[in-house]
């Protein structure tokens, strides 16, 4: 098969660009995959390798006057396989928005973010943090899957830790729960760390869906069902970095 162009809507009208030698996507990782799903490209690699980083989020409560100057984030340490990372504001949203993609049921994910959103809110002398325990090299993988009825991606739960992945987090934890208790020490914040170390999420940095050697030509990134389009950005990388590929 062969892609002659990519059609498009505005607001005002639909749009056909032709191509004259090839078509390149670049979507990230989840947008690539739906758009070759949409145009009919049914490769059984679409969507294999997808990968994101496992986080385990610790929020903590601080004075609001005492620390307003504080950088909202910053590093705190990187490792060979982990980095800690210091969100000084916000991180009552910020956890939320991570447990969001935990394997809590939908609706109690849906009230957390809403309590943290309201309580951010508020007027109130305290503000909220989080510290961030994130595999830098994580090596869980799923797939993602289409759902033609909805023209959308399938839900589905998320993948089973690593064990690999699973053991960088334990090892790291105590490291993680020692910044916290030494920089926010407070009976609120250590009762909240054993509550929250438990809920796995991920830092929304996708990659793969698309990845070089199994959806794509390793040489130039062709996707194999098709003559000419080529996949470049995120969805073609085959490992994760560090930071976010986006």
Known sequence: RRAVGVACSTPTRDVVVRATTAVVVAAGAEASALLAWRSGLDSDAIGRGYVDHPTLVLPFVANRRRDDDAPAHSAVAFADDYQLSYVAKHG???????????????LVR??????????EALPLPWRYGAILLTVSRPR???????????DALAPGPPPPLH?????????ALPTALDVLRRTHPSPLNALLAPVFARQLA????????????????P???????????????????PHLP????M
């Open 163 to 171: 064990a690999e992945d699973r053991r960088v987090l334990d090892a």
């Open 242 to 245: 560090r930071s976010n590929p």
């Open 219 to 237: 040489a130039d990134l062709r996707l194999r069902s098709t003559a000419n389009v080529h996949v470049v950005g995120a969805a073609a990388m």
């Open 110 to 119: 849906a009230a957390i973010v809403l309590l943290a959103r309201l309580v």
């Open 202 to 217: 991920t830092l929304w940095h996708p990659a793969g869906a698309l990845p070089r050697g199994l959806a794509l030509h």
């Open 92 to 106: 009552l949203a910020a956890a939320a928005a991570l447990i969001s993609t935990s394997s809590l049921p939908a």
């Open 140 to 150: 869980t993988r799923s797939r993602l899957r289409y759902d033609p009825a909805r």
